[in-house]
C-alpha cells in the first residue's frame, strides 16, 4: 500500500482532488475510487501523475527563482539596502 499513500500524497500536493482529477482529465468520482483503493492504480495514471508533479514542481522553481532573496536581482532596492547588496 505504499504506492496508494504516495498517489495519496501526490493529489494533496497537487492541489486536491478537483484539482489534480481536472489536471490528469479522469473523473473526480474515478480519482476518488483510486484514493480509496476500490480501483487499481494503473500504470497510465501513475505516468499521468507523475508527469503533472514534475510540471508543478517547475512552475513552482521558476516562481522560486524570481522570489527568493537569495537572488540580488529579486530584491527591491530598499530590501538590498537592508541586506547590505545596494543594487
Do not use: W, Y
Not at 496508494?4 to 484539482?19: D, I, K
Not at 483510486?34 to 501523475?49: H, P, V
Not at 510540471?55 to 537572488?71: Q, Y
Request: contains cysteine; proline residues 2%.
Amino acid at each position: 500500500m505504499v504506492q496508494l499513500a504516495l498517489f495519496t500524497q501526490a493529489v494533496e500536493a497537487l492541489g486536491g482532488q478537483r484539482v489534480t482529477a481536472r489536471t490528469l482529465g479522469v473523473d473526480e468520482r474515478d480519482l476518488r475510487a483510486r484514493l480509496s483503493g476500490e480501483e487499481d492504480l494503473d500504470t497510465g495514471i501513475l505516468r499521468d501523475i507523475a508527469k503533472a508533479l514534475i510540471d508543478h514542481a517547475d512552475r513552482c522553481r521558476k516562481i522560486e527563482r524570481k522570489l527568493s532573496p537569495a537572488f540580488s536581482e529579486n530584491l527591491t532596492a530598499i530590501q538590498a539596502e537592508r541586506f547590505g547588496n545596494p543594487g
